[in-house]
């Protein structure tokens, strides 16, 4: 039932997300919406991230549940295990190896330089353990591994992205062409989804204010009652400013929704007011997630099936990732078993 023949003709891709509670719009629009296309195009790997969602402390027991949601959730957006490979990340053991081998070359400064460590370490100030700080090459290992050429990711990750670059450009430098250089695929539209309340601020499921994200699986009354609540602007225009209001941030989410450009969604809304803005973009999201939230009840249910997946795809992983290991360790001098 399950095969994956890479195709040496095609470019690998390689995304992921953590599985650290809700799935939000903006994961959504930013990510998961455009990995599913690419499926077509590419041979695709895409992971849930677990060992990275560890450098923030877990409920042992909602965790768990969190991860088998998460994948019941992917496969309900469209990621096909018979197209892609879908694995969790604690599953195959070259993630972790090949994190430690890239710690010993990146350099204190550059961890330090990090935004989302900086951001993080003063939002949990009370654990700012060292994963927190190594967590870049710990995904700089997820891409390498699998010699990947695009990276499809929201604008907030391309700054790891960037140091993944440099360090496999600086291992190549010493031991010759051992990584891909990989590029990151950012989208034109809905690489940042803002907070619904605070346009300032990057839509995020940590957020202690539950109306400033939707999730996923959000009801349709709590999607439309979200978006009622979301900041909109002092004037009653609606126009497209490009300066991060509410307002550009309500537009950009129902164009990336219903596939319009901001010229068209303008007219659309030229002479309505923000109430009618508010319920049109409610409405787009709830249709989108009707047929996911679908999917996901019976996904969810089937666990036998979502084991088998992932037990598959960690197969596949491995099977891949095992010859790059074997690569870096040759070229670094370890003593081959
Ligand atoms: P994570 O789990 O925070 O987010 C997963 C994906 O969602 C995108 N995203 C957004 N896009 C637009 N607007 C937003 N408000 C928004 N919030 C999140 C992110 O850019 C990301 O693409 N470190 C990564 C996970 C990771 C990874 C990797 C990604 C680990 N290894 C290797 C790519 C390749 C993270 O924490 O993403």
Request: hydrophobic share 35%; proline share 3%.
């Amino acid at each position: 039932m399950y095969y994956m023949t890479f195709d040496k003709n095609k470019k690998n891709v390689f995304s992921a997300i953590q599985p650290s509670g809700t799935m939000t719009l903006g994961n959504y629009l930013g990510a998961i919406k455009n990995w599913i296309p690419l499926q077509e195009e590419y041979n695709c790997i895409f992971s849930l991230v677990d060992l990275h969602t560890i450098t923030v402390r877990q409920d042992p027991k909602e965790f768990h549940k969190n991860i088998l949601e998460a994948y019941a959730l992917f496969l309900a957006c469209g990621v096909d295990s018979q197209k892609s490979i879908f694995f969790i990340q604690s599953h195959v053991h070259t993630h972790a190896e090949l994190a430690w081998v890239l710690t010993c070359y990146t350099q204190f400064g550059e961890l330090s330089r990090m935004t989302q460590f900086k951001d993080k370490s003063s939002r949990y100030s009370e654990n700012i353990n060292a994963g927190l700080f190594c967590y870049p090459d710990l995904m700089a290992a997820d891409i390498l591994l699998y010699n990947t050429h695009l990276i499809p990711v929201g604008i907030d990750q391309k700054q790891h992205v960037e140091l993944a670059r440099d360090i496999a450009g600086r291992f190549n430098g010493i031991y010759g062409d051992v990584f891909t250089i990989p590029e990151p695929l950012i989208p034109k539209v809905g690489a940042k989804i803002m907070s619904l309340q605070d346009p300032a601020k990057k839509m995020s499921k940590s957020d202690s204010n539950v109306n400033a994200y939707i999730s996923v699986l959000d009801s349709e009354e709590d999607v439309l009652k979200k978006f009622k609540r979301a900041v909109t602007d002092s004037n009653s225009e609606i126009k497209y400013s490009g300066s991060l209001t509410g307002v550009d941030n309500l537009l950009n989410i129902y164009c990336c929704v219903t596939g319009r450009n901001i010229n068209d969604a303008e007219n659309e809304f030229r002479d309505k007011g923000y109430k009618y803005l508010k319920e049109s973009v409610a409405n787009a999201v709830t249709s989108e997630f009707k047929s996911i939230q679908s999917k996901f009840n019976t996904y969810i249910k089937d666990l036998g099936y979502i084991e088998k997946c992932y037990k598959e795809a960690a197969k596949e992983a491995y099977g891949i990732s095992k010859e790059i290991i074997s690569k870096v360790f040759s070229k670094v001098g370890f003593i081959l078993k």
